[in-house]
């Protein structure tokens, strides 16, 4: 059976499309609506309470859209609302959370770096990731302020933004690790930057994700073989949003705007 229904993607902005770019690549044939949300970002310097309330209003546009499941793009939704999402949504919803696991898995010196924003670095969502999985391993966990933002303004190149890396990324370097986990989706766009700063590998959980994403669409028969259509929303400024999602993902998007039922 094809079901055509489409996935519901989600982020505070930019950062969610280091995701969909993953999803598409692995299940070219599916539909999916992006909604970023680009009116409320930065999502790592809101509350737990201000996060439910607005990412509840973006799934219910997306069960309004018939969507068959729902991929939050996001480690600091995912942190603070995940829990919250399924216990008020009645479809699928798959997370993203900092990829402490195969990190761990991977690092020899037994020290690992963690970036990722404000609310994320703080959670108990991460601090318990961190005794799962990494219960043996040194963790230097770094909350960056302002990093999304200059992914936001398309911005990877900047003095502003190497600036910004260095000083994020230096206490990291001077610990011996030999791997970074890169904790926010907006970061992977900074993937080379990062390793040229340091020359340690990075790690993130776009792949992952789009991996799990197909096996719960495969459980619930629900994988589609004759799609390939992306509708774009953003809650801020479309003409912008396009400019910046069509330089990153190296092809001509066009957004429509999208104004959410808080
Ligand atoms: N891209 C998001 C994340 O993965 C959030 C960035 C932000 O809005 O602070 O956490």
Redesign the pocket.
């Known amino acids: 059976m094809n079901d055509t229904r489409p996935i519901g993607v989600f982020?505070?902005?930019i950062?969610?499309l280091s995701v969909l770019k993953e999803l598409v690549s692995l299940m070219p044939k599916e539909n999916y609506i992006f909604v970023a949300d680009q009116l409320n970002?930065?999502?790592?310097?809101k509350t737990k309470k201000e996060l439910q309330k607005i990412t509840l209003a973006i799934c219910n546009f997306f069960v309004s859209q018939n969507t068959k499941l729902i991929v939050i793009?996001?480690?600091?939704?995912t942190c603070y609302a995940l829990d919250y999402l399924r216990s008020k949504i009645n479809i699928p919803i798959v997370g993203?959370v900092p990829a402490i696991k195969p990190a761990a898995q991977k690092s020899k010196s037994g020290v690992m770096g963690v970036l990722?924003?404000p609310?994320?670095s703080k959670s108990l969502y991460l601090k318990n990731l961190i005794k799962l999985h990494a219960s043996n391993i040194k963790v230097v966990n770094i909350g960056c302020f302002n990093l999304?933002n200059t992914v936001e303004k398309g911005d990877l190149n900047s003095p502003k933004v190497k600036k910004l890396l260095n000083k994020y990324i230096r206490p990291i370097k001077k610990s011996g690790a030999d791997v970074i986990v890169l904790?926010?989706?907006?970061y992977p766009f900074l993937k080379n930057q990062i390793q040229n700063i340091t020359g340690i590998s990075t790690i993130d959980s776009g792949k992952a994700i789009a991996e799990h994403t197909k096996k719960t669409l495969q459980r619930m028969s629900a994988s589609n073989k004759s799609g390939g259509e992306i509708h774009f929303y953003t809650t801020g400024k479309a003409r912008f949003f396009s400019k910046v999602a069509s330089l990153l993902l190296k092809k001509t998007i066009s957004a429509q705007k999208l104004i959410l039922k808080i």
């Open positions: 982020d505070s902005g950062g969610g970002v930065p999502y790592g310097e793009a996001c480690n600091t939704a993203t990722s924003t609310a994320t999304e904790g926010c989706t907006h």
